[in-house]
């Protein structure tokens, strides 16, 4: 029986991107390829600062499913960790789950997703690592996956800023991938409410002088970054 390592599955509010504000089940799974250093979710991931028999479950795929198929949310964010390191056993979740149900996934745009994968989300919610994150650029820039889910038409670039130099840098790779300005988001990093209400103007500030879209984090606003709310 395919298996998936899941950290927590849990209903809120949909705090970032594109669709903030929806109600949705998240399917939190466990493992991730980077290590960023300001990672909000390191319980899935830094298992020198978690332990792993505390954090991590192995479910299988087909209760996953009916925890998708029978929550009151219509919605799906699956996320992580980075969840196309599980994307064998994602899609076979997935082919469980019917069609009028809502995919999203959240990714950082280094795992090639599988045809099966890219057929059936429904919206992909991709945030490649800028410098600021720690890791060296081969680890977390992939240009050939960011083009494939950017000509997916259904991806949407949600890039983490802090400061000018992270606009520039964000700039940069925005131009150099060619992604649409309508599915351009930039968000501030944050950690706590108060570092999202000292960031955000600036980052506003920035969409608005270049057109694109601003993402807030309402998991902070409204819960100031508790798990599972």
């Not at 991107?17 to 998240?26: D, H, I, R, V």
């Not at 410098?131 to 890039?159: Q, T």
């Not at 150099?176 to 968000?187: D, N, Q, R, T």
């Amino acid at each position: 029986m395919t298996e998936l390592k899941v950290s927590e599955i849990f209903t809120s509010l949909q705090g970032e991107g594109p669709s903030a504000g929806t109600p949705c089940l998240f399917v939190r799974l466990a493992l991730c390829n980077l290590r960023c250093a300001w990672c909000d979710t390191k319980y899935t991931w830094d298992f020198r600062a978690f332990r792993y028999e505390d954090e991590v479950r192995q479910e299988p795929a087909e209760r996953v499913a009916e925890r998708i198929r029978t929550a009151p949310e219509r919605r799906v964010v699956i996320t992580g960790g980075e969840p196309l390191l599980q994307q064998a056993a994602l899609v076979q979740t997935l082919a469980l789950v019917p069609p009028s149900i809502f995919v999203e996934i959240e990714t950082n745009g280094t795992q090639m997703p599988a045809d099966a994968l890219l057929a059936r989300v429904d919206q992909w919610n991709v945030s490649p690592k800028l410098s600021n994150a720690g890791d060296p650029e081969r680890l977390r820039l992939k240009h050939d996956v960011l083009a494939v889910l950017r000509d997916s038409g259904r991806a949407y670039l949600k890039l983490v800023i802090a400061n000018e130099r992270d606009l520039a840098e964000a700039d940069a790779l925005t131009r150099e991938l060619g992604w649409p300005k309508s599915h351009v988001l930039f968000m501030p990093e944050a950690n706590s409410r108060a570092e999202l209400e000292s960031r955000s103007p600036m980052v506003a500030a920035a969409c608005k002088s270049r057109g694109v879209r601003f993402s807030s984090r309402l998991q902070l606003t409204l819960f100031d970054g508790r798990r599972g709310v």
